[in-house]
């Protein structure tokens, strides 16, 4: 079967609940901040909630090129499995908590655990397919990380009906039960040594001989800075838009928290599909295709953050996160496929890693601002100010990036 036409989609299959229980065991605890601080009264100033998301973040990102470093030297297969069945333990035990404490070291160990996927997971994506459906699978493997992230949103809501500790357990469990499943139908493709081509002898420096060749390509400097600019949005929708749904709207978490979710979520699938068959066409006919079309994407998100910032209507907040939801998937559908236009095959999984760090960095020091914006009124105000940072990341990305190739080998 591994040898078959329709296993690489098997794969994107496959993977695709593992990105969705990736985003849902880290997305649900941005909803049940109430839940929780009756029993955990360190959760009741917002700060601290801030730098209990953010935690995650920073182990996340400084594990992310470590992650991907790993990824290009060992089965994808296995470390997938390892890292999902991590992470599905974690939130369990995050049902078993008791104090702040606790609480921040499993999120810290779920940071470990989380970030050692999604290096492996596009990379092996982007093996199984080519620049005709590369876009797409992509853009297919990417809805199941909003789908879980929408489903996250029910965290408050399964908190309300039973207690966060149920919420926390059965999600667990259920990740748990998957990465049996995945040791069974998941399959690696061989590849040969990531180095072998860098330098043949002394083993000792082909790590640092592979770091300095990536680092010398300055299209992967304009692809980190765009990557880590465009990522704020991203991380402060998922962190800090239920908040800012429950504020503006004045409705409770319990229901802010699905309304934001499966607002971007429902949206988002649809970007990401779009995005990625107009991005597999445009670029057979001109090797900038992909650039315009998460362009385009990101050109969307940039009104949609002003008017979530501004806006105090249920129509016009619920329509903004729409439109950054459709932007925000044409962007996140085309950034390994990009990628692949200007890094080799053999050291994706590690370029992607540190981007993902940056990225998460930048994701981290927002959630902690708008943490402390959220304490002095300000919310708002923040996210329509990122409205800009994006716009000067587009303009980089146009002006800079010139591909040669569809797929560098």
């Known amino acids: 079967m591994k040898n078959s036409k329709i296993y690489p989609w098997v794969v994107v299959a496959l993977l695709w609940v593992v990105a969705l229980l990736n985003y849902m065991d880290r997305q649900m605890l941005s909803t ?35 992650s991907g470093m790993v990824a290009d030297r060992v089965s994808r297969k296995w470390l997938i499995v390892g890292s999902l069945l991590v992470w599905s333990s974690v939130t369990y035990l995050m049902g078993i908590a008791d ?59 399964v908190a309300a009906a039973f207690t966060w500790h149920t919420a926390f357990h059965w999600f667990g469990i259920i990740g748990i039960v998957y990465a049996m499943v995945l040791a069974l139908f998941l399959k690696d493709i061989k590849r040969e040594p990531v180095q072998a081509k860098v330098q043949p002898s002394a083993d000792g420096h082909k790590f640092s001989k592979g770091l300095v060749l990536l680092f010398s390509n300055i299209a992967f400097w304009v692809i980190l800075f765009f990557f880590a600019s465009s990522s704020l949005p991203g991380w402060a929708t998922k962190n800090w838009l ?23 979520a429902a949206s988002s699938f649809v970007g990401v599909i779009f995005g990625g068959m ?37 129509a016009a907040v619920v329509c903004a996160g729409l439109l950054f939801g459709v932007g925000y998937g044409m962007f996140d559908a085309n950034n390994m496929p990009i990628l692949c236009q200007f890094v080799s095959s053999k050291q994706r999984a590690t370029a992607y890693g540190i981007m993902n760090m940056v990225g998460v960095f930048s994701g981290a020091a927002i959630t902690q601002v708008l943490g402390k ?17 994006v716009f000067v990341a587009m303009l980089a990305q146009l002006l800079l990036l010139k591909p040669k190739t569809a797929n560098m080998e």
Do not use: C
């Open 242 to 264: 239920p908040t800012l749904y429950a504020e503006s709207l004045n409705i409770p978490m319990s229901e802010a928290g699905p309304i934001s979710t499966i607002t971007i």
């Open 99 to 157: 104090s702040f404490d606790q609480l921040i070291w499993l999120r810290a160990l779920m940071g470990i655990s989380e970030a050692l996927y999604i290096p492996a997971g596009l990379s092996l994506i982007a093996d199984y397919h080519s620049d005709k459906t590369r876009s797409l699978a992509v853009g297919i493997h990417m809805t199941g990380l909003y789908m879980g992230q929408a489903i996250g949103g029910f965290g408050a809501t």
């Open 278 to 314: 107009l991005s597999d066409r445009w670029v057979q006919k001109n090797l900038r295709g992909r650039i315009y079309t998460s362009a385009i994407g990101m050109g969307l998100t940039i009104p949609s953050l002003v008017l979530i910032g501004i806006g105090d209507s249920f």
């Open 373 to 389: 914006w959220t304490d002095g009124g300000q919310l708002g105000y923040g996210f329509a100010v990122l409205g800009a940072v």
């Open 32 to 66: 049940m901040k109430e839940a929780m601080q009756i029993d955990i009264v360190e959760l009741q100033n917002a700060e601290n909630f801030g730098i209990l998301m953010a935690v995650f973040l920073w182990i996340y990102g400084f594990m992310s090129p470590v």
